[in-house]
């Protein structure tokens, strides 16, 4: 079993910055890859940020590259969500997802992922 904790959400103003926190526990927690999706309201939950594997190429989602960067603390057993330049469609609830059997093609295909935070909201004001 794998546990997934979320923090660092909140109210940012637009072109503001907020940097989220996921840590990931359980015994075999360091076999997972672990990426970041959000859900806007009204919205299906959607990649954001992520790769296949430890070290691999990243990928992120058209809307966000060039202002979110994750990074990856492996000591701390953590990923992190650097999200600068904030607009107001950036509002949404921020998750982060393990899996163990992504592929370069599935990356950002919610099914894969078996294990989910319970997310972090963030509200950006216009």
């Known amino acids: 079993q794998v546990q997934l904790a979320e923090s660092g959400g909140g109210l940012a103003p637009a072109g503001g910055s907020l940097r989220l926190s996921c840590k990931i526990s359980?015994?075999?927690?360091?076999?997972?890859?672990i990426n970041w999706f959000r859900q806007a309201p009204a919205k299906e939950r959607e990649f954001v940020a992520g790769n296949r594997q430890k070290g691999g190429m990243m990928y992120y989602a058209d809307s966000v590259k060039g202002r979110f960067t994750m990074s990856r603390d492996s000591a701390e057993n953590a990923v992190y969500l650097q999200m600068n330049s904030l607009k107001a469609e950036d509002t949404a609830v921020y998750y982060c997802?393990?899996?163990?059997?992504?592929?370069?093609?599935?990356?950002?295909?919610?099914?894969?992922?078996?294990?989910w935070g319970r997310g972090t909201q963030v509200p950006v004001s216009s």
């Open positions: 997802a393990a899996s163990r059997h992504l592929i370069t093609s599935t990356v950002r295909q919610r099914s894969v992922y078996d294990y």
């Open positions: 359980g015994p075999t927690s360091n076999s997972y890859a």
